[in-house]
């Protein structure tokens, strides 16, 4: 599928391009310097993913995130910025985005940020849920890619219940019930049950009754 990685500084811009081309089911990576870029490019290839400088000229910050979102509604947008304070993050999740990714991180969370993104959820640092647990925007039905299975599973994490008893509420093995846990945590980018626990209230996924 086309993507489209706009920033205004060459050497960011290449390294996320790079980055982006070692997604899984990314085929063409487009770019743009600046907003009149990202608007060509918008009409031109009509990408079903962009990652977007907040601040790279023309791009008057959020104005132009809601600009994109009207006229693309399709395309999901993750914006990259050094910019990182919860309210900065928050606001661009309002106004239509899917996701944020903080210029400071490593690049291998790029990917995992994509992947959770196309998978229907919504993607921000880990370091920051705790400040959205009441105001993160819900996942897409899908959430997040997780089976109707693994939300069961999920459910007992949320629960606090141990592997034994979440297998035997539903009727599984110990180690179908590891399983599952393991496609949660990859699902979610989480590196243990605590921090799916978190990351899930966060997207609001597995909250219902």
Known sequence: MNVL?????????????????????????HEAQDFAGVQAQCAAVNPLLALIDLNMPGMNGLAGLRWLRSNFPAMA????????????????????????FPKSAAPELLLQAIRLVQAG???????????????????KADT???????????????????????????????????IHIAAILRALQARNRTEAVVRARALGIGDGP
């Open 144 to 178: 997040a890619g997780l089976t109707p299975r693994q939300l069961d599973v999920l459910q007992g994490l949320l629960r606090g219940l141990p592997n034994k008893l979440i297998a035997r509420e539903l009727g599984l093995t110990d180690g179908t019930v590891k």
């Open 77 to 100: 947008m993750i914006v990259a910025s050094g910019q990182e304070d919860a309210p900065t993050i928050r606001a661009v999740l309002a106004v239509g985005a899917r996701g944020f």
């Open 121 to 139: 959820g919504i993607y921000v640092p880990v370091g920051v849920l705790a400040d959205f647990q009441d105001g993160l925007p819900p996942a």
């Open 5 to 29: 990685v706009a920033d205004d500084h060459p050497l960011v811009r290449d390294a996320l391009c790079r980055t982006m081309l070692r997604a899984e089911a990314l085929a063409i990576v």
